[in-house]
């Protein structure tokens, strides 16, 4: 239990409550193991692609009823606030229950969505002092920070996860925000600056939007860190939706608390989402990187 909390501004406790309150009785079995097993030694962790601008991350090995795994853990105190404020996220609890949020909606859509997302919780350290001591926990996914040279079954999981990253209003999905390995599997993090509203801010890096691009049709990206990427081995993509988009697009526009979702997002990030799935159910295709 948290003993002094200060929160950033009106709602944020109401948002985590929402959070806190259904994790007692979540039965998913990633989100039972993070959320049961012992705390984990957590240590600095720094990423060999992350650039300095990166959250703070801690991580650490857990041991829960004979399953190990590695654990990621984000306090909003190593929220970067300067590169939060060009997302347009200046409240740091939404950084943190962006994380969570995404994980719910993935997992309510169910697969293939819920098989790409890092399952996420929240974590509130016994000695906390204020919030900032708190923050996300997302389960390890097994992979390489980069997407490889895809093989067969990678056309698939790409569209997939370009439709989420339409449907979340992605800002910063990039080659090093996902995890990936043969044979064929992708796993999709880093989803603080999410939920975006329109005009928000998007990373301008040329390969940020990396699925939606692709799906659109682009299949060189040039990067000031290495070779150009070239994915030109990615099969014919098309921005309409699939059969099973458009059944999810379905569920969300006919439930107002989008699955469970709305009820942690601020009111205009709940609304820009709703908007991005009417605008996705009127045109029958996923949304272009950076429209929000």
Known sequence: MVARVLYFVPGD???L???RAAQP???HPDERFMLDAPTPAYKPHRSVTADPNV????SGLADYDGRRARLYFKPLSGVRRTAAHLYGHDNPVDVGIHEVAAWWLARELGPPWSELVAPTVWFDPPDAEDIGSCGPVILGMGGYASLPQ???GFDRLISDAAFFDAVIGAQDRHDHNLRAEMPPRLALIDHGYAFARTGDWHNPYEAAGLFLKIRFGERRFRVPDGPVLDYSGVGPL???LGAHEQAAIARL???RDLLGVAQLLSDD???ALRDRVARMAGSGEVLQAADF
Do not use: F, I, M
């Open 17 to 19: 409550d929402c959070v």
């Open 25 to 27: 009785s979540l039965g």
């Open 55 to 58: 959250n703070e991350v801690l």
């Open 253 to 255: 526009a006919a439930d």
């Open 150 to 152: 895809p093989g067969v």
């Open 238 to 240: 098309s921005p309409a």
């Open 13 to 15: 406790r109401e948002r």
């Open 269 to 271: 990030r709940a609304q």
